[in-house]
């Protein structure tokens, strides 16, 4: 990122949020396909304003149970896309409730960075975590059903130039479970067990009390 800035010095950055209706937790993986389609049609419009962007995808929770999944993209444009070819974010809205072909607004936003703020610090932001800790431990379940539904998705995506200065992390292995070393399980410290049940089709918690 930082040779990104220095290749592009006068870029400018936004910082867009798309989301849909939350979905009952099964059908999550078939949400976060509607959302990665539409996402696709939207860069393929010829008003997309981006010179590279960087698409992360999160995963919260409702106080119901449902889930709520929804992208957050880092987008480079060029220095005079605020006065040639600006989007506002009535216009963004369009363009995503079009690009969803859904017959409610869906909820966006969209943040201009500041030149003075360095993208890498959004960068961050965007890739911090795909769901919340707090999320993953509320509900043993519907923790369960999610791993389920998140199996082989991918977390993160690139388009345009960051597909030049990124490439070396798409071609990290896009599973790295087990190469670090074990660590010593702290005897304090607590843990959960499931078993896949075959006739259930679902994970089980498992008392290992």
């Known amino acids: 990122m930082p040779l990104l800035e220095k290749d592009f010095p006068k870029a400018r950055y936004l910082f867009l949020t798309l989301t849909v209706k939350n979905c009952k937790i ?82 966006i936003h969209v943040l201009a960075i500041k030149p003075k703020k360095s993208p890498t610090v959004i960068l961050n932001e965007v890739i911090k975590y795909q769901t919340k800790e707090s999320d993953l431990i509320a509900d043993p379940n519907w ?33 790295l479970i087990g190469n670090d070393e074990e660590e010593d399980l702290d005897s304090d410290s607590v843990h959960l067990f499931f078993s896949w049940r075959k006739n259930d089709k679902k994970y089980r918690l498992i008392d290992s009390s």
């Open 26 to 107: 099964d059908e999550l993986r078939s949400q976060i396909d509607i959302l990665n389609n539409a996402f696709r049609k939207l860069s393929r419009r010829k008003n997309f304003p981006a010179i590279g962007w960087l698409k992360s995808l999160e995963v919260t929770r409702g106080k119901d149970g449902s889930a709520h999944p929804h992208l957050h993209v880092l987008i480079m444009v060029k220095p005079s896309y605020f006065s040639h070819g600006y989007l506002s974010q009535k216009k963004w809205g369009e363009l995503w409730k079009s690009c969803l072909k859904v017959d409610y607004q869906p909820v």
């Open 143 to 175: 923790f369960a059903e999610y791993v389920k539904q998140m199996h082989n998705t991918r977390a993160i995506a690139l388009g345009g130039i960051f597909r030049d200065y990124f490439k070396a992390l798409e071609q990290e292995p896009e599973d």
